[in-house]
């Protein structure tokens, strides 16, 4: 049993191991063209310019101040009857979020997040660096080119300078008018009280008389994202999202939550529904329309971006358009952190977007658990460590009667090595190798041992381990939580290395007191190899998991040392080779032949 115990723990840490490494799929490769290469129609002679392109915000300007990303063949002239006269930005800023929008097409240029920095900077949601034909979000788009040109183009007047947001609902909007009938106006509507970080937009568009339907266009998102501190952290790419009753050939099917790479996008681009949310998310971040299970279109769009440093990698985005069929009215968006309770406060569904994977049903309770105590404790470090000791003094009972099953094991041995030895001229196919397994049976039924009783145990505490795990590496609360001293963000690896050599110290002391049922030295060698095995493993885990197993470690070394005293020393069992009990069988019958013969 221990054996296939040890099997086990090895191979699930070899498939996790593997599937960071090998399973999680690389980043595509760059859309521009190889060195050496040219593309065609350009002069081989011409020095290719290999540099990242300045940003609008490098520059010092509005991004949405340079030129048009939409142009047709024939740019229209319109008079404005009721416009702006130059370009500037309007910034609505609260204590969660700084929002810039452009009077240039009344589109959102920037959203930072103030409480999740990067560098020590907000992090930033809008990518700056957008090639000329790419949008900006909340964008609009006609059936007509050139009505979708005036609408982006546009210098709309504004209903404020900007906005301070603070306990009430608030409002920002944004009006054109031009002398050929184009009206439009965005409304942007904040309500703290509801959620920090969602945005509600109206649109109304007419061309004389006649009411237009616009289609709202996200540009490539999402910002935020990191690179991985390792292959064995999980990272979630930026990737389509969508939860509801997805629309196939015509059939709705159950509420179900799907996600979408470049592949997927690539074979199938338009996907519709009756949805309660839909749009691009990252690891860490979301940007997504809340439709509140209205009949919705989206049509997704994978986008490649250089990369932001020299020696990074080439960004793979995801862009797409909303088609509301009753109107765009009151339509809210998301645009913040993957936070559990920010999520259900938005919106219940929402909370699915974080992916917790199959063991969510462990992972949501783990991680309301974790936050629970965060809340008395101020530290994630420190309440990993006391949710690690409730877990363990709840699992007590369990991990005690493992103790003594496994000291009972133990006391067996010498037994369960005669039968062995008895049988150990046998071949493995032979019949009378069951009668081996039948003996042991006997043997386990007589001394009122369960084999399995020693290995329970251990085989719960791996789904929390992976559980923990996963928590670890997909909660936003852990992303750059610290602990104490060198360890400044749990959701990384130890840089010192430190806590991993320890856990690994920890787990070959607790592996010396733990008692073994066999005398065979092999599986004693293999046994105390696994420390060598988890401290590998662990050296590049995030740091609040290595934190989660060194408080376990230890606490089942205190509970083994308790447990050794309550039930005493173990009781040495001499057992007889058969060889040697048969001789003196065999001695006793001729002392009783050689005796005098009692009278009749």
Not at 70 to 82: G, I, K, S, W
Not at 369 to 380: A, E, F, P
Request: aromatic share 10%; hydrophobic share 40%.
């Amino acid at each position: 049993m221990e054996k296939r115990v040890l099997l086990a723990v090895f191979l699930s840490f070899l498939v996790l191991y593997a599937y960071q490494s090998f399973l999680v799929p690389p980043p595509p490769p760059p859309t521009s063209p190889p060195m050496g290469e040219t593309q065609e129609g350009e002069d081989p002679n011409t020095p290719i310019d290999r540099s990242l392109p300045q940003t609008a915000a490098q520059a010092g300007q509005s991004p949405r101040s340079q030129e048009s990303r939409l142009t047709p063949v024939d740019p229209p002239v319109a008079e404005p009857v009721v416009s702006d006269g130059e370009p500037r930005d309007i910034t609505v800023e609260s204590d969660f979020f700084r929002a810039v929008f452009s009077n240039r097409g009344g589109e959102l240029v920037s959203w930072q997040l103030k409480e999740y920095l990067t560098g020590g900077q907000p992090v930033e949601l809008i990518s700056g660096d957008l090639p000329a034909e790419e949008v900006w979000p909340f964008t609009v788009k006609f059936d007509d080119e050139i009505l979708t040109y005036l609408a982006d183009q546009a210098l709309y007047r504004s209903s404020s300078p900007g906005l301070r947001l603070s306990g009430q609902t608030d409002t920002l909007t944004f009006e054109y008018q031009d002398a050929g009938g184009f009206t439009i106006r965005k409304t942007y509507a904040f309500d703290p009280t509801v959620s920090p970080y969602v945005v509600r937009l109206t649109v109304d568009a007419r061309l004389g008389q006649e009411n237009l339907q616009p289609t709202i266009q996200w540009g490539p998102a999402l910002g935020g994202a990191e690179p991985p501190a390792s292959s064995f952290v999980y990272q979630q790419p930026n990737g389509g999202i969508m939860y509801g009753r997805i629309s196939e050939a015509g059939v709705f099917s159950e509420p179900s939550i799907e996600r979408f790479d470049r592949a997927d996008v690539v074979e199938r681009s338009l996907r519709e529904g009756l949805l309660d949310f839909v749009g691009v998310d990252n690891h860490y971040f979301i940007a997504a329309a809340l439709p509140q299970q209205r009949q919705v279109a989206v049509t997704y769009r994978p986008v490649q971006l250089l990369p932001e440093s020299p020696d990074g990698e080439v960004r793979d985005l995801m862009a797409f358009e909303l088609q509301v069929p009753d109107g765009v009215n009151d339509l809210a968006f998301f645009i913040g952190p993957k936070d559990f309770d920010l999520l259900e406060q938005a919106s219940g569904p929402l909370v699915r977007s974080i992916d917790f994977g199959f063991l969510s049903v462990l992972v949501v309770p783990l991680h309301r658990s974790l936050k629970w105590v965060y809340g008395w404790v101020g530290n994630y470090g420190f309440s990993i460590i006391l949710l690690t000791i409730l877990v363990n003094i709840i699992i007590f009972p369990l991990r005690h009667k493992s103790v003594v099953s496994m000291r009972k094991m133990a006391e067996l041995g010498p037994d369960m090595k005669a039968i062995q030895n008895r049988y150990g001229s046998l071949k493995a196919t032979d019949p009378k190798k069951q009668q081996m397994q039948k003996e042991v049976m006997e043997l386990y039924s007589k001394n009122g041992v369960n084999p399995v009783a020693g290995c329970l145990p251990m085989i719960l505490t791996m789904p929390i381990l992976f559980a923990f795990y996963r928590l670890l590496s997909m909660a936003i609360e852990i992303r750059g939580a610290p602990f104490a001293l060198w360890i400044t963000d749990l959701s990384v690896h130890d840089p010192l290395y430190v806590t991993p050599v320890i856990m690994g110290a920890s787990m070959l002391f607790q592996q010396r007191l733990t008692p073994m049922n066999t005398a065979d030295p092999m599986q004693q060698k293999i046994m105390m190899f696994m420390p060598v095995m988890f401290t590998f493993f662990f050296l590049w885990a995030p740091s609040g998991l290595v934190i989660y197993w060194l408080t376990s470690n230890l606490f089942g070394i205190g509970q083994q040392i308790v447990t050794n005293r309550i039930i005493g020393q173990p009781t040495t069992r001499t057992v007889r080779p058969p060889a040697e009990g048969r001789a003196k069988n065999k001695k006793g019958s001729a002392k009783k032949a050689d005796g005098p013969i009692e009278p009749k």
